[in-house]
């Protein structure tokens, strides 16, 4: 049984999620302790939960101390079954989060999976749908990684209630990965949303940043998306992306007394400091597609905009499971060049 230390790294939630998939995904069983160690109040969270129940059923696994504030927890997987589910986050907890351990373990499923999530799509400390449908998958793909995500309702905080449809079918390989440097942006697009809000909300969440991409050179194609009915609770963001030899994104989310202007600014500025990196993939991409690297069929290097703390956990994490060694090149919080020979699934 493989002992996780869940205080390491960055030390919350992404840890348990990921050490619960990792184990799923190479059928070897841990124990987790001090899990959200350094997070005010420790232990599990309804979010938590949620993905470990998903992961659990999903991988026909035993596991042991799911419970409100637990910090320690067992895990035994089994046969990863296809199928369709339905999970109920039961707050706003983030959908996008779920999917980020659900996808890996996915690729070894004995048949397709269909997984209809509701919980929050739109929240703080998450990627937004947006970025997943729009950015990652399209990422993923480059690896042969074939998946879909239908935004079915948006889900704010703190009421949620947002569904979302994932489509997966396994595969028997993961291509390798060679892709350091940003080629020429070719197009830039963006989403912006408001729910139960003025529809001007989001047209001016849309001209802010497009406003800002222009004075950058950019010919941004920004689409405005309004309802006002159907929702349990009011929100706005936006996602925009670049389209080059990878796709590179960024997002901001509304929130009260934050002027719309503002939201439209930031997202356009975050994705302008991305491609100043010159590297292929942003610093969220960066982090998810470790586990696919590890898993990779030959030798990967990728390039990212930035080391975050996430990206070293989950370095650590796959490095334990798949007797596998990453060499980084760059600091944390930097630009940086991430190589791996994978162990092929």
């Not at 949620?50 to 799911?66: D, F, M, P, R």
């Not at 030899?245 to 719309?260: F, H, Q």
Request: aromatic share 6%.
């Amino acid at each position: 049984m493989i002992e996780i230390d869940g205080s390491y790294g960055e030390g919350g939630g992404s840890l348990f999620r990921y050490s619960l998939a990792l184990s799923a995904l190479s059928g070897l069983p841990i124990r987790i302790r001090n899990i959200r160690a350094k997070r005010d109040p420790p232990g599990l969270k309804p979010q938590h939960l949620a993905a470990a129940k998903v992961l659990t059923e999903i991988s026909n696994a035993k596991a042991s101390g799911l419970a409100i504030g637990s910090t320690s927890v067992e895990f035994i997987p089994g046969k990863i079954r296809g199928g369709k589910y339905r999970f109920d986050v039961g707050t706003a907890g983030s959908i996008s989060l779920i999917i980020q351990a659900v996808l890996p373990v996915a690729i070894r499923a004995d048949s397709p999976i269909e997984l209809e999530l509701i919980g929050g799509t739109d929240v703080r400390m998450a990627p937004p749908i947006d970025y997943m449908r729009n950015v990652f998958l399209k990422n993923l793909s480059l690896m042969g990684v074939s998946a879909e995500i239908q935004l079915i309702k948006r889900g704010h905080y703190p009421r949620g209630g947002g569904r979302v449809i994932l489509k997966m079918n396994p595969i028997s390989s993961i291509r390798n990965i060679e892709m350091i440097k940003l080629g020429e942006v070719k197009r830039v697009r963006g989403l912006a949303h408001a729910v139960k809000l003025k529809r001007d909300v989001a047209e001016r969440i849309a001209l802010s940043a497009t406003e800002i991409l222009k004075s950058e050179g950019f010919n941004p194609e920004i689409d405005v998306e309004w309802s006002e009915n159907n929702h349990l609770g009011p929100g706005a963001g936006i996602t925009v992306w670049a389209e080059s030899n990878s796709t590179i994104g960024a997002d901001s989310l509304g929130e009260r007394g934050k002027p719309s202007e503002i939201v439209g600014k930031e997202a356009a500025s975050k994705l302008i400091d991305e491609i100043r990196s010159k590297m292929a993939f942003d610093r969220h991409t960066g982090d998810m597609l470790i586990p696919y690297l590890a898993i990779s069929n030959g030798r990967s290097a990728i390039g990212v905009s930035n080391l975050t703390l996430h990206a070293i956990s989950n370095i650590w994490l796959c490095e334990k499971f798949f007797n596998i060694k990453f060499d980084v090149k760059g600091e944390r919080n930097k630009p940086c060049v991430i190589e791996v020979v994978g162990k092929g699934i």
